[in-house]
């Protein structure tokens, strides 16, 4: 029995891009640039007609606009804005770590941060505010030799010795 024939073509690959393209959002750490600078100004955008919910309800995590407050908040319980606070909580890769990787300077282990989901309109009224911490960590001890070999003493080099001169 004939099977119905997928209507893909090979010439569609401006369509592709054009879709790939449309539904792109900021980057992390373009994302941490607007928490650490200007995330009350976002907050309190002005009207824009031409936005969702007219700019009034966007999420600084995702920088998605929504219509109205509880599509917001419908959205701050879902498993995409949890990720992207968990993508979040690491510091950003920046330049400085591209040339470390490179070769010039040590490794610096990124800083881990806790973040928070941003206050609601209400909660901004009554005067929260985005919270980004940094959060301390501990130097931790270095780890204990387990292994069961022993460790060299110096006893092998005077072996060696004391063969190389009994034979000769």
């Known amino acids: 029995m004939p099977y119905a024939r997928k209507k893909m073509h090979d010439g569609d ?3 592709r891009r054009r879709w790939r393209l449309r539904n792109r959002k900021k980057d992390l750490d373009e994302i941490d640039a607007d928490l650490k600078k200007n995330s009350e100004q976002l907050l309190n955008q002005e009207v824009d007609l031409d936005k969702p919910g007219f700019a009034q309800f966007y999420c600084i995590h995702c920088a998605t606009y929504y219509i109205n407050d509880r599509a917001l908040q419908d959205h701050f319980r ?5 990720r992207r606070l968990k993508a979040l909580e690491a510091e950003p890769y920046t330049l400085e770590d591209s040339l470390r990787a490179a070769g010039q300077g040590s490794f610096v282990q990124p800083k881990k941060r806790k973040i928070e989901t941003q206050p609601s309109k209400q909660e901004q009224a009554c005067g929260k505010r985005v919270k980004l911490e940094e959060l301390i960590e501990v130097e931790k001890a270095p780890k204990q030799n387990l292994s069961k070999a022993p460790k060299y003493d110096g006893q092998f080099k005077n072996i060696m010795e004391g063969l ?3 034979s000769s």
């Open 164 to 166: 190389m001169s009994s």
């Open 78 to 82: 879902t498993k995409v804005h949890k």
């Open 13 to 15: 690959t401006h369509l």
